[in-house]
């Protein structure tokens, strides 16, 4: 699975939007972008994920570039809820990816009052 | 959304006592879970790979007789920590496979906490 690198952490104000990013420039043609974070003391919770086209959902959108060298997470409208350490991960997904997901250091985002 | 339970959320046992901690796939059927252990202050390493009517694989440094795992169905793995000792003491988080639409999504459980005196 491609290499991820993510900021170490980032402060976002309350109400704002937070951008997380993620470079993974060895990226390959197969593999997905996956988003978790993992709340203190909780399990990981997934996000979002996409292979190529922008993805949206009730909780977050993910842009990836054109060429899939990196990508950005958004919360559109950051809540202290949201603070929490941000892992994007790099695999290939499908019946030939049956391997485990490999977490790396991930963001720490402190949403701020 | 999928959801994943584990049973206990926590638990405290004396050294050299042995701890199950179950894990479900409360809305989908799984094939293959996973069991993951978080030591403070650092990510999630993998344990061991649970496949489904099959044995566990399990990864380089994880003692396959100390941590035993059993997946008899489609939405229930356990992880038993048999004869644990204090280094024992971590957050155990389990994770099941959800396949679909051409790629597969890990959801992952609440974790457990264990705590060995």
């Known amino acids: 699975d491609a290499k991820t690198t993510q900021p170490t952490s980032m402060d976002c104000a309350e109400g704002r939007a937070a951008n997380l990013p993620c470079n993974h420039s060895?990226?390959?043609?197969?593999?997905?972008v996956y988003w978790y974070r993992q709340i203190h003391s909780q399990g990981p919770q997934y996000i979002i994920h996409?292979?190529?086209n922008n993805e949206t959902n009730e909780m977050a959108s993910l842009i990836i570039t054109e060429d899939r060298k990196s990508s950005t997470l958004i919360l559109p409208h950051a809540t202290l809820r949201d603070t929490a350490v941000y892992y994007c991960?790099?695999?290939?997904?499908?019946?030939?990816?049956?391997?485990?997901?490999?977490f790396g250091s991930g963001t720490r985002l402190q949403v701020q009052p | 959304g999928a959801v994943v339970s584990q049973h206990p959320s926590w638990v405290i046992c004396k050294s050299g006592t042995s701890v199950k901690i179950e894990c479900r796939s409360l809305?989908?059927?799984?094939?293959?879970m996973f069991w993951y252990r978080q030591f403070p202050k650092q990510s999630l390493m993998l344990m061991a790979t649970?496949?489904?009517?099959?044995?566990?694989?399990?990864e380089q440094g994880v003692e396959k007789d100390k941590f035993l795992i059993n997946h008899a169905s489609l939405t229930l793995s356990t992880l038993t920590v048999t004869s644990a000792h204090p280094e024992d003491s971590s957050f155990y988080i389990c994770?099941?496979?959800?396949?679909?639409?051409?790629?597969?999504?890990?959801?992952f459980g609440p974790g457990t906490r264990l705590t060995v005196l």
């Open positions: 994770s099941a496979r959800s396949s679909g639409r051409g790629s597969d999504t890990q959801y």
């Open positions: 060895t990226i390959s043609g197969n593999e997905y």
């Open positions: 996409g292979l190529k």
């Open positions: 991960i790099v695999r290939v997904a499908g019946d030939t990816g049956r391997r485990a997901l490999t």
């Open positions: 809305d989908f059927q799984a094939t293959t």
């Open positions: 649970s496949n489904e009517g099959s044995k566990a694989t399990y």
